[in-house]
């Protein structure tokens, strides 16, 4: 859903002091739904009850929206359970966290799961989302806490422990043991992050990934792999970094169907191990190993390297010690790296740091993080295909500094990743929201415009190509690419893919030496001149014409009211047949007062009314000029441009509010709604600067300096 002017820069303001104040970090989470874990859980202790989370109840509402909403037959035997009613001696976490703990229930998240099981082989990481500190036990108060990162900040959302159930049996994500229910209680505050169960279904490894890490993810399709893939995975998971893989369904309907060899096509697995062993029948030749895990907890390859091949009789002893081979239908199994590049189709990895990986050395990356949004109408310009707005979206200034340490042989310059993340589309799905397809184009800003923080016009995209870009839009989350430039200065404009669409982003950009990135904000600034009153012998028949109807409506006092001023300006204005406008309203004749009334009157003496046409004027050839074929209304893409040369010089946010403030559901701005947005912003210009009086581009004003100005406006 769009959000108001106010709505958004009150969040926007928020969200900026929480930053300053350190909210949002690992050490200081957000509270999501301003719920405090340990404040919750002492207010039960002290009450002897059990804590139910009035913000996710247990309710059908809490389960979903359409599969599992009200008119679905899979809830009617929905029965909400804590862990003590399901079984004797309820744990947290048994023996420690494992990826055994992941077993898939009746919801299509295989995706999330994946991404738990990976989570599980890094315990630093694993208990920075899943507090171990919580138990059944001691303190028990039936409330839990888990952490996710989300688009940019740390959250903590807090649970109760009420879990769906049908015939006592879990109905969602499971342990492998009975009485264990972290990574259940896991799945439920996922849930609720995103709103319900049923908001979980379909998705990509990835996504569950970064939420678990911050990290950023790079994708390899099989068939286009660098030659160099396994030491990339091996040095993945030797840093840490979490790993997914799966194998395209072509055929929608045989989606999630098992193959002849065991597994599965639309499903996504994890990588929990890549390794190397030295069969006995080979003198020298290792073979390359890797172990994946299905979340399903069973449904394993049957090909060689699987659980009871003859393979594993080729090894030694220790040799499968050291690769904990075991016999079991736990999800788990070995196959050939060969095997692995044969049968499935890409793999995800979510690099924590992120580190080069194509490298031999362990790089920190320096990491710039950018919010942003489309505004339909104003900066959702769409691609480059769309000429005449392309150029209206969001634009992010990228400098990188330094070239890398180590560049691959005969190639020199900056290593960097950038990743463009929408927000909120899973969580908003319920209503309708479907991700868009996104990607984004980045262009070499000229030498002579180094330093010049100026959005880029038109003209500079219709004659320049892009440096880079993604290898294609897409319907994803993310979409996320590694690139090597030179040193210098580019400009970054993401976009969707069709115009007109309207949604947050944020723009992270990952580079090996120092870079900085930071969004395109033009100075806001307005340009003032004062028109002259013209001499008596200057009049142009139109001047003498107004000043004529002028003193018939103003009578003796020569002073004209709002309704007296509309007069004016509607019998002149419809003499323009080139206009084609209904003429002024009342109201924007009250602003237009507001803007010219210097004595405070509430009324416009015959100078102040000259200055005002003579504005009007030069207002009406600027429109006359966008308004090209004559309709009386100018779309809000030439908006921009407009108020440009009316002398006001704005940034994306102000652009936004105009749009939204002054344009029509077509998105189109009338002579008298444009009139209206100068007269305004104007004023507003001139009262700042009567108020600035050190001219230090700030302000403080009492809530009655507020009012009055803002009231009169």
């Known amino acids: 859903m769009p959000y108001t002017p106010s709505g958004f820069f009150c969040d926007r303001l928020i969200r900026e002091r929480e930053r300053r104040d350190g909210e949002g970090s690992l050490n200081k989470p957000i509270r999501f739904n301003n719920q405090d874990y340990s404040v919750l859980r002492q207010e039960c202790v002290h009450r002897k009850s059990l804590f139910e989370d009035d913000t996710f109840p247990a309710t059908v509402e809490s389960l979903g929206y359409k599969e599992l909403g009200h008119k679905s037959n899979k809830v009617k035997n929905i029965v909400w359970k804590r862990p003590k009613e399901i079984c004797e001696n309820p744990q947290f976490i048994v023996g420690g966290a494992s990826r055994t703990d992941i077993c898939q229930g009746d919801l299509g998240d295989c995706w999330l799961l994946a991404a738990i099981a990976c989570l599980t082989l890094n315990e630093k990481l694993l208990y920075r989302v899943v507090p171990s500190e919580q138990s059944f036990s001691e303190g028990y108060a039936g409330v839990f806490h888990f952490q996710f990162w989300r688009y940019g900040d740390w959250v903590d959302v807090v649970i109760d422990d009420r879990i769906p159930t049908f015939n006592n049996q879990l109905v969602f994500t499971k342990s492998a043991e009975r009485n264990e229910f972290w990574s259940a209680l896991l799945e439920k505050a996922y849930a609720k992050l995103h709103g319900s169960y049923e908001a979980l279904k379909g998705g990509n490894t990835t996504e569950a990934m970064e939420d678990f890490t911050g990290g950023v993810t790079e994708f390899y399709e099989m068939k286009e792999a660098p030659k160099e893939l396994y030491k990339i995975m091996k040095k993945a998971l030797d840093r840490g970094s979490l790993m ?13 169907t098992r193959t002849a060899t065991g597994l599965v096509k639309g499903h996504a697995y994890s990588v929990t191990a890549v390794e190397e062993c030295k069969p006995s029948q080979h003198k020298d030749a290792k073979v390359r190993l890797v172990r994946l895990r299905n979340p399903w907890g069973q449904v394993e390859w049957n090909g060689p390297w699987s659980d009871n091949s003859k393979e594993w009789s080729t090894i030694s002893k220790a040799e499968k010690e050291k690769l904990h081979h075991q016999s079991a239908e736990d999800g788990e199994f070995w196959m050939s790296f060969e095997d692995f590049k044969k ?9 924590l740091t992120p580190d080069a990986l194509e490298d031999d050395k362990i790089h920190k990356w320096t990491v710039s993080v950018n919010e942003g949004r489309w505004v339909r109408g104003c900066s959702a310009g769409g691609c480059r295909n769309y000429p005449d707005t392309f150029w209206t979206n969001p634009q992010y200034r990228l400098r990188l500094l330094e070239e890398d340490d180590d ?17 909120n589309r899973r969580k908003e799905r319920k209503m309708g929201a479907n991700l ?16 010049n923080k100026q959005h880029m016009q038109k003209d500079f995209f219709l004659v320049s190509s892009s440096k880079a870009r993604c290898k294609s839009y897409i319907n994803l989350r993310e979409v996320t690419q590694r690139f090597r430039l030179s040193p210098g200065e580019y400009v970054i404009v993401p976009s969707t893919y069709e115009p007109h669409q309207e949604g947050e982003f944020i723009l992270r950009v990952f580079s090996e030496k ?70 002024f309203s009342l109201e924007s004749c009250r602003s237009m007062i507001a803007l010219m009334d210097m004595d405070g009157t509430g009324r416009l003496n015959l100078q102040e009314f000259r200055h005002l046409w003579n504005k009007l004027k030069q207002w009406q050839g600027t429109f006359k000029h966008y308004d090209a074929d004559q309709s009386g209304f100018i779309n809000s893409y030439e908006m921009r441009n407009a108020v440009n040369d009316a002398g006001f010089r704005l940034n994306n946010q102000l652009y936004d509010i105009i749009t939204m403030r002054y344009a029509n559901e077509n998105m189109n701005i009338d002579f008298d709604s444009f009139i209206s947005c100068l007269v305004r912003l104007e004023a507003m210009f001139r009262a700042f600067q009567a108020f600035d009086q050190d001219g ?3 302000i403080r004003l009492s809530v009655l300096e507020w009012l009055q100005l803002t009231m009169y406006a």
């Open 244 to 256: 997914g893989c799966s194998i395209d369904s072509l055929v929608p309907a045989r989606f999630e």
């Open 343 to 351: 049968n499935y189709t890409k793999i995800e990895i979510c690099n």
């Open 407 to 423: 560049p691959e042989e005969n190639e020199v310059g900056c290593t960097f990743v950038v990743a463009l993340m929408q927000k």
């Open 436 to 451: 868009f397809t996104i990607g984004f184009a980045i262009y070499e800003v000229p030498k002579e415009m180094h330093g």
């Open 514 to 583: 120092k870079n900085t990135s930071e969004e395109i904000e033009n100075r806001i600034e307005a340009d003032h001149p004062e028109p002259a009153p013209a001499s008596a012998g200057e009049e142009s028949e139109e001047d003498q014409q107004f000043r004529t109807i002028f003193q018939e409506i103003a009578g003796d006092d020569m002073e004209i009211t709002a309704n007296e001023l509309k007069n004016v300006l509607n019998r002149v204005i419809i003499k323009h047949k080139d206009m084609n406008t209904e003429g």
């Open 696 to 698: 230090d581009g700030t």
